[in-house]
């Protein structure tokens, strides 16, 4: 049993204490002033106790004391034997052991008794430090672990999907603003670049347009996210769709790129589909063939989108209606459009690479763009028909007759193309292909007096003629359109219309082919080199001679 401490100052009424405190307790004030309040706890030693050792009781003493050293605690023992239940309360050192037990929780503002045996023999002890008699009330009991309210759970559980939440946005924001940044930059580089094939063989020298967007180009937008497009003006309308000039969206608000854009309604979604297998060759592309972008379902407005590079000065017909053409240009314009088809009908890139040939089935003057370099680019697959190997002749028959009834050749008006053999349908393409030069040549000074813009046949067909009265111009008169022995004014001319007449001979078989047309081409631009420079050659002799005369 421990010493009562006589040292200690006892009150009996807690109420004395508070006001006696300060003047009382010399001992408690610093030298620098400074007050410290020490534990204040009941102390009553050893006293019977009505307590009966469940949940909570009072110590039932009616003595506080201020404990006698700064360190001492408040203490609480409880005791029940077959006899009696006692309650000792004293003031006491956590640094020294009492019964044999340090005190481990001192620290508690509650005194909360804890089980300890010694010798046999059970009690409970508790301790705790507060300035006010923590050890007056006891508790047999755990604490009560603090319950949270409706809110704070409601809180707590919706942090954890909140916060993975707002991470999987962050994280989608950040790959959206990565990607775009990405795409830029490749945009960029390839606006460098020229397009070479993996040999490095050149085959795409683009004029201002063949920048666009080369990383979204051949490829189809099978992405949920459909490419950030704003339609401008209409510059076209077709059997099966309308071209619009539209704005590609840049990552900036302010940056666009100009593009068109081809729309089908869902009804037309055969042509749609056939023009966007066609340009999804990759072997298609070509500096004289309209550059494809992407091809898009648009399924809010029910429709299909054909995106390509946009030509500003229009279709070749439009450009011919307005303007006289000059000898460069009727070679530029004809020598291009010949590479173009060459290169659809070819079975190899330039690059030697394997190629389905491709007819196109729809030439003419409106099916082709004109450049701002003044060279042509062949435009609307719509119709064009991939000779695959693995076409029967009665997938070819099932293809039907297609085109338009002025530019249709013969065979084609008469459906009696040679389904045996795939050359007849490039065949068909050469004989439309010549009508075409014809309307070239028609508007060039070079021919001397140049008439209106007509088209092939003129109005004697009518505006939109059918193929019944094409038949009768074509297969049964054997009519072409006219060429005045007034074009031929030169070796170049006398040449292209012999390659236009070789051209759209009554005879499938008896044409040129593309690619022998486009060498035609090429032959009239190495005449015209030589001429030039003999030319310059004759004049540079004619100024010396005039300078040795003298
Ligand atoms: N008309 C049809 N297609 C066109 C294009 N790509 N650019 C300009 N005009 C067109």
């Known amino acids: 049993m421990p010493r009562l401490r006589l040292r200690v100052l006892l009150w009996t009424l807690t109420a004395c204490v508070c006001s006696a405190l300060p003047l009382d307790v010399p001992g408690l004030v610093y030298p620098h002033g400074d007050f410290v309040i020490r534990n204040l706890c009941k ?36 005791r029940k034997n077959d006899s009696n239940v006692t309650m000792e309360t004293l003031c006491h050192s956590p640094a020294v052991p009492l019964y044999g037990f340090m005190l481990d929780d001192y620290n508690n503002t509650e005194c909360r008794m804890k089980e300890k045996k010694v010798l046999g023999s059970l009690f409970y002890l508790c301790s705790c430090s507060s300035e006010e008699e923590c050890n007056n009330v006891i508790y047999f009991t755990e604490a009560e672990k603090p319950t949270l309210s409706i809110p704070m759970v409601t809180a707590i559980s919706l942090l ?34 020229k397009h070479d094939c993996s040999d490095g063989c050149a085959i795409m020298t683009d004029d201002d347009q063949s920048d666009i967007s080369s990383t979204v180009a051949n490829n189809i937008n099978h992405n949920l996210e459909l490419l950030p497009i704003e339609l401008d003006l209409q510059v076209g309308k077709g059997r099966f769709a309308s071209v619009y000039k539209a704005k590609l969206k840049q990552s900036t608000a302010e940056q666009f790129e100009t593009v068109a854009v081809k729309i089908f309604s869902y009804e037309e979604y055969a042509s749609w589909k056939n023009e966007k297998d066609i340009f999804s060759d990759i072997n298609l592309k070509h ?30 017909q439009e450009y011919l209606t307005h303007h006289i053409l000059s000898w460069d240009d009727l070679c530029y314009l004809g020598g291009s459009f010949a590479r173009a088809l060459a290169h659809l009908h070819s079975d190899h890139t330039p690059c030697g690479r394997p190629k389905v040939p491709i007819v196109h089935r729809d030439i003419k003057s409106s099916n082709i763009l004109v450049k701002n370099d003044l060279t042509c680019c062949l435009c609307d697959f719509g119709l064009a028909l991939r000779l695959d190997l693995s076409l029967s002749v009665d997938d070819l028959a099932n293809s039907g007759q297609v085109g338009t009834a002025r ?68 297969v049964r008169d054997r009519g072409r359109p006219e060429i005045p022995n007034s074009w031929q004014k030169h070796e170049g001319l006398q040449l292209i219309c012999s390659t236009i007449t070789e051209s759209w001979d009554h005879d499938p078989e008896a044409r040129l082919t593309a690619q022998c047309v486009a060498e035609r081409f090429s032959e009239i631009d190495q005449m015209d080199k030589l001429s030039q420079r003999s030319c310059s050659e004759e004049k540079i002799s004619e100024d010396c001679s005039v300078s040795d005369d003298k």
């Open 160 to 193: 954890p999907p909140l916060v993975i939440a707002v991470m999987v946005i962050l994280a989608f924001y950040r790959y959206r603003v990565i990607r775009q940044k990405k795409l830029n930059e490749e945009w960029k580089k390839k606006k460098k670049r």
């Open 407 to 474: 530019y249709m050749a013969p065979e084609v008006l008469e459906s009696r193309i040679n389904l045996e053999n795939i050359e007849s349908f490039k065949q068909s393409d050469v004989y439309s292909l010549a009508l075409v030069l014809w309307e070239i040549t028609s508007r060039c000074s070079a021919i001397g007096d140049v008439k209106d813009y007509v088209p092939p046949f003129g109005s004697k067909v009518g505006e939109h003629p059918c193929v019944e009265s094409m038949k009768d111009s074509v």
């Open 287 to 316: 500096e004289n063939i309209l550059h494809f972008l992407t091809a898009e379902e648009r399924k809010v407005d029910k429709q299909y989108w054909i995106i390509t590079a946009y030509h500003a000065l229009g279709n070749l």
């Open 43 to 78: 102390f009553c030693d050893l006293e019977d106790s009505t307590c009966d050792g469940a949940d909570k009781c009072t110590s039932e003493c009616k003595k506080t004391a201020i404990c006698a050293a700064v360190d001492e605690v408040c203490v609480t023992i409880w």
